[in-house]
């Protein structure tokens, strides 16, 4: 009779070698099957462009791709592949479109369940709109100050769909100051931007011309102005008397300065006026503070009259009131 014996020790062995090739074999599946996302350019083909426009397109078609990591990674570094749409029989609408990746080597990489694309097809619109412009950043030279704006062309044209063309609210150029050359006045070139009505870029819109000149006239900035003087009153009286009134004298003086801190100037304030010890209206002649920048303030003192009044005057006594 033979022997059933069971070797144990040799059954666990086989047990663990067997989940080791198990784990070894899913694990290198896994690791080169997994699907992944991969972003590739996408260009929208036959659209008949006089009729219809796509809404807001992406930029990127996002496909799902299974293969083996060097595949993947020479796609990603391929700057030819593309994903084509085909939109010559495209109506008004939502519809899914197919997609076409090239070059043909590529394609077997993309699941081909995932090859679609919704976009949304409406009818074209267009209208002309003015460009305005936005003005950043200073004028290098700070002795000139700018003028003027202009613009050429100073309207574009903007189409697309419908609904995307009636979102623009305001069509819009940067111009830089700094890059101003004050002794050849050239132009600068600047991109169209189309902004909805909080300021955000409106996608999908085609611009003509997407570029305009910006002609910036200076000339030179004044280097002195007028400004008012604010009084600087602290402290506060005994609580029987009452602040009625002040005057400056005078009100305004004349400052001069570098133009760009003259521009951003339009009061001087008189140094602190301690009104906490005042009995009576009494007229203070006090210094005025200079801003940064300033190189002179004239006068460079003036009077403050400050105007009070007594809330308990004494009474007068019964034999007063008698005569």
């Known amino acids: 009779m033979k022997d059933s014996k069971i070797n144990a020790p040799l059954m666990l062995i086989s047990v663990v070698i067997s989940v080791i090739m198990w784990w070894a074999v899913y694990s290198q599946a896994t690791s080169t099957e997994a699907p992944i996302k991969v972003g590739i350019k996408l260009r929208l083909d036959g659209l008949d462009t006089t009729r219809f426009a796509v809404v807001d397109p992406p930029q990127q078609f996002r496909g799902q791709v299974i293969g083996g990591d060097e595949r993947v990674k020479e796609l990603q570094r391929d ?22 990746i090239v070059p043909a080597k590529y394609r077997d990489l993309f699941d081909p369940n995932y090859l679609e694309l919704p976009l949304v097809i409406e009818e074209r619109s267009e209208k002309n709109s003015k460009v305005t412009y936005e003005a950043v950043g200073e004028i290098q030279n700070p002795n000139y100050k700018l003028d003027d704006v202009s613009m050429e062309p100073a309207t574009v044209t903007l189409s697309g769909g419908r609904t995307q063309v009636d979102k623009v609210a305001r069509v819009r150029v940067v111009l830089d100051l700094g890059e101003i050359e004050i002794d050849t006045r050239k132009p600068q070139q600047a991109r169209v931007q189309v902004l909805d009505s909080v300021g955000k ?35 506060s009286p005994s609580p029987d008397i009452q602040t009625v009134a002040y005057e400056i004298i005078p009100n305004q003086v004349m400052v001069r300065g570098p133009s760009r ?24 002649e006090v210094g ?18 400050v105007r009070v009044k007594h809330l308990f005057p004494e009474q007068k006594t019964s034999t007063e009131a008698g005569h």
């Open 79 to 100: 700057e030819t592949v593309e994903a084509t749409v085909d939109l010559s029989n495209a109506t008004i609408g939502r519809h899914p479109f197919r997609v076409q």
């Open 201 to 235: 870029p409106v996608q999908g819109i085609r611009v003509e011309p997407s570029i305009v000149s910006i002609n910036a006239i200076v000339n030179p900035a004044p280097q002195q102005k007028v400004a008012f003087v604010q009084a600087d009153i602290i402290g």
């Open 261 to 284: 801190i003259l521009a951003r100037l339009s009061q001087i304030q008189t140094d602190p006026i301690d009104i906490s010890t005042i009995t009576q209206t009494r007229v203070y």
């Open 288 to 305: 005025l503070v200079k801003p940064d920048g300033v190189t002179s303030i004239k006068p460079s003192t003036v009077r403050v009259r």
